[in-house]
């Protein structure tokens, strides 16, 4: 799970997707979405509570959610309930995506979902992928047309320069960083990764004391996992909340989130700024590791604005080559995982995106699963893209942030 650095607005409804049989269901079903548009129109701040309580007496659907971290169903059938839903061919791109992974992807997603969502409509569509066996990349389409339509999503308020109602919302992207270090500090590896101290078990949700407070005070001391060399790097893996150890035996260790102190996460770019040290453009991860090279005399200082601190835990993978585990606690797939608010996005989801590649410029157009998430993907138009790990993924993350739009893929209704 990854720490990380919007409500779609209603429209109108079918009746079949609503799930209605007769003539009479139908038509109190208009009167209800009436409503509801009116009181949206005059109630913005609580529309989707009052749809919620609306619609639960006249059609079947998952309970809304107040703790999208919490729950597995989502106010996302609300919140998408009255756009008109398209067929997969025709959203921008669809015809091109490869479907490479995607698969293998999908499998993920109902690992957890068999498990953790049996009354969701997500479930039946992965019992029918029981049946789909070894599909080529023509299959894999046709079954996501045959099971899946594709609902936009948009912005329910301003955010992030994006106006409410907009299609497009803010894309990030993320990596798994591979570092070098030693089990056992030396002249060379003197940068420690703490995992979680045994004495906060009783109380995990007690604030803790800040970075610099904890490692000036020497309060970790016995809860070093793994020694690293470079201090920035340190903190661009916890930010990540996940990543891999290159040991000098050549072994490779896989370290996974484990908790924090608690505190507010801070944003070490945001401080470079306000030192008129980098400009607002130039806050890359790239230029901030730049940035420290050059000022190693102040890389303390650095840190230390983010008072937030991230302890890890060794994770046992089949594989070096496998992602790191997300939140459904199932590896990651590079270029197929997000991170999004599981408040308005049902976790595992299918999720067609579109953006931009932040170093080419070239189209990204393809089918992703909602498998992360992160304190800072607040919204329904909004997503961490998953790179991959590595420098060349890590490049690609630090650049990434494009606007984008998402369609959310909902089950049929048969």
Sequence with gaps: MKMRM???IPASATNKRMGYSSNKSASIGDLL?????????KHRKYAFLISSILLISCAHREPSVVKSSQNNSTVSDVAVLMHESTNLSSLPGWNNDSMEDVWVTWQ?????????????????????ATH??????TEIKQYFENHFQAMPLHQVEPTQGYAQGSSLGLITGYYEPILKGSLTRTRHYQIPLHQYPTGWQSDQKLMRPTRAE???????KGSELVWVNDPVAAAFMQIQGSGKIQLENG????????????QSYASIGNWLIQQKELTASQASMQN???WARSHPERVSDLLNANPRYVFFRVLQSKSNEEGPIGALNEPLTAQRSIAVDWQ????????????????????????????????AIVGSVRADFYWGSGDAAGEKAGMTKQSGSMWLLKPKIK
């Design 108 to 128: 993920k997603s109902c690992n957890y979902i068999q498990k953790a969502m049996k009354h969701s409509p997500l479930y039946t569509a992965c019992i029918a």
């Design 6 to 8: 919007n409500k779609a």
């Design 132 to 137: 789909v066996k070894n599909p080529t990349n």
């Design 344 to 375: 308005y996005i049902p976790k595992g989801s299918p999720v067609f995106l579109s953006t931009s590649d932040p170093k080419t410029g070239k189209k990204i157009e393809r089918l992703v699963f909602a498998q992360d998430t992160g304190n």
């Design 214 to 220: 904890l490692l000036q005070s020497g309060k970790l």
């Design 288 to 290: 901030i590791a730049a």
């Design 33 to 41: 979405l009436k409503l509801i548009n009116e009181l949206f129109r």
């Design 251 to 262: 072994k490779i260790l896989r370290l996974g989130f484990a908790g924090t102190n608690n």
